[in-house]
């Protein structure tokens, strides 16, 4: 919507003309000034609270790995499926860059792929997670007579294959989106008179909701595994993390879709950056802050004796 301004025409007469879109009518109504631009930015507290935050995620996902690499060889890490642990922390640590995609001026390849980077580094997260799932029911199901056979089906080839399995057809998901219906930056007017609102069009709604979707399948999956029929898996110390984890996640994505839906522009970026944040911040600390301490300061608990008595006890 474009404001008006009152030109001279001749000695006693006036007219009004619009001002282009881009801009408002001053308040003496006698020139156009440029509209105020608004969207999510590095130098306003908002934008710098949470790139500080991304910063810090990826900070201490860096100080993990370092933790997790140098203890490698040590029962706590090798109990943990190391080779997942790693792959988990690393995609950890992408969810936690990805946010940066939404903060700054909008440019195409940011508004194309900040939902790319988002979708395919969660998916990567959570078939971390779901395939660890899956090789604790085969611990607990290999201690039963019999089921020697199911743990060594399920091998390391295996876990790599399905994590890349499960990673790849969100990256279809992603490019076919981008590919049939592509996000792009937008300038908003409609919001207010005097300001434009810069803000990333999705393109395709069904594509976003097809995105999240998948996302939210394979973590309600994970969960559901742990109530497998007549088999208690919280006797896992790392099946009991595992689901903390996942409740965790589950109940900021559901707190995030209503959120996002009836705020401006501005603040549903900044709503999801913190879904992004919260969510990859719970599965940080569930999963890894109880390794961690007990590898730096119980270190007398990091024996296989004491973790399999834990095991039993818990």
Not at 53 to 71: D, H, K, R
Not at 149 to 173: D, P
Request: hydrophobic letters at 45%; charged letters at 15%.
């Amino acid at each position: 919507m474009a404001g008006w301004i009152k030109v001279k025409i001749s000695a006693d007469s006036m007219d009004c003309t619009s001002c282009p879109e881009d801009f408002w009518s001053s308040p003496q109504r006698d020139q156009c000034v440029p509209k105020e631009t608004e969207f999510l930015s590095y130098h306003e507290p908002l934008g710098i609270c949470l790139t500080a935050a991304s910063l810090l995620g990826t900070f201490v996902c860096a100080v993990v790995l370092g933790i997790f690499t140098y203890y490698c060889s040590t029962p706590m890490v090798r109990a943990s499926n190391s080779e997942l642990s790693f792959h988990l922390i690393i995609s950890l640590k992408l969810c936690f860059l990805c946010s940066l995609l939404f903060i700054g001026h909008l440019k195409l390849w940011t508004c194309q792929l900040r939902h790319a980077a988002f979708g395919i580094s969660f998916v990567l997260c959570v078939s971390c997670i779901l395939v660890k799932t899956i090789v604790v029911l085969a611990v607990f199901k290999s201690s039963k007579p019999g089921g020697g056979a199911r743990l060594k089906w399920f091998g390391v080839m295996q876990e790599r294959g399905t994590v890349l399995a499960l990673s790849s057809v969100q990256a279809v998901i992603s490019t076919v989106w981008l590919v049939s219906s592509s996000p792009v930056p937008h300038k908003n007017t409609q919001y207010h008179n005097d300001k434009i609102v810069y803000e990333c069009v999705v393109g395709s709604t069904a594509g976003f909701a097809v995105l999240l979707g998948y996302i939210s399948f394979l973590a309600v999956l994970s969960l559901l595994l742990h109530s497998w029929p007549g088999i208690f898996l919280d006797s896992f110390n790392e099946a009991k993390l595992i689901t903390f984890s996942m409740l965790i996640f589950c109940a900021v994505w559901v707190a995030f879709v209503p959120t996002y839906y009836h705020l401006s522009r501005k603040y549903s970026d900044a709503v999801e950056v913190f879904a992004i944040l919260a969510s990859s911040f719970g599965l940080l600390v569930a999963l890894f802050g109880p390794k961690c301490y007990i590898i730096l300061l119980r270190p007398e608990r990091n024996t296989k004796k004491a973790i399999m008595s834990r095991g039993i006890e818990s």
